[in-house]
């Protein structure tokens, strides 16, 4: 099982509804989970973060966390050409180091390809 | 307030040559990881630095290499260039590796050929 799994996608939908996103990860330690967005050729850019059970709500965007399930998704609301881009999960799994300590790990799903249409 | 900066932006390099890359962390951060991200794929995890120490590594060749200054920018060597090692080269600092969100920078392009 892949550490970190979203919807493969595609996923297209009309400006204005709601885009839902999807991720499940394997490790039930993990404890925050991060969405990035990433433009064509650019760099992943955070959009939300979560680390508690339940939603966060920030603008047009909700991350919803269900930890026993190990699931985590984003909600767009009304849906801009301008939100068409890859959203990337991301999940901060705590590892031993190699040298002590504590240390976490980011772990990113493939990505999901959103495409809002005018 | 400068962000995560990496150089050269992009690179052409020959099968079997040796590349290095650098990357300067946000102000306040102390932790550098580096991910290459090939393309319709996630960022894979390369290694992740801290107190000049490399903390962590993924499931990458040792022809993959890298350091940290005392200033706690960071270098990513690789050695003996494969065509398959063409990518984005992503570097993201945290401030301390801890239960944080990263910072990328605008990556490296290497192309091999």
């Known amino acids: 099982q892949k550490e970190v799994e979203q919807n493969s996608g595609p996923l297209s939908v009309p400006e204005g509804a709601i885009a839902s996103l999807n991720c499940t990860y394997s490790d039930r330690g993990s404890q925050s989970f991060f969405w990035y967005r990433q433009y064509s050729g650019k760099s992943p850019e955070l959009i939300m973060f979560?680390?508690?059970?339940g939603d966060k709500e920030d603008g047009r965007f909700t991350a919803q966390l269900n930890k026993a399930s190990q699931y985590v998704s984003l909600l767009i609301r009304d849906s801009q050409p301008s939100d068409s881009a890859t959203y990337l999960c991301a999940v901060n799994m705590l590892v031993p180091p190699r040298s002590g300590g504590s240390n976490y790990k980011l772990t990113f799903g493939k990505g999901t390809l959103l495409t809002v249409n005018p | 307030d400068a962000g995560v900066t990496q150089s050269p932006t992009h690179l052409i390099k020959t099968r079997g040559q040796q590349v290095t890359l650098r990357c300067s962390p946000k102000?306040?951060?102390?932790?550098v990881s580096w991910y290459q991200q090939a393309l319709g794929q996630g960022p894979q995890f390369i290694f992740q630095?801290?107190?000049?120490?490399?903390?962590q590594r993924g499931n990458f060749p040792d022809r993959f290499s890298g350091h940290q200054f005392p200033n706690y920018s960071s270098e990513l060597n690789v050695n003996a260039l494969l065509l398959g090692d063409s990518a984005l080269y992503l570097c993201?600092?945290?401030?301390?590796?801890?239960?944080?969100?990263?910072?990328f920078g605008s990556g490296t392009r290497l192309t091999v050929v």
């Open positions: 102000s306040g951060h102390d932790t």
């Open positions: 630095y801290y107190e000049e120490e490399e903390r």
């Open positions: 993201a600092s945290s401030s301390s590796p801890g239960n944080y969100g990263y910072t």
């Open positions: 979560i680390y508690s059970n």
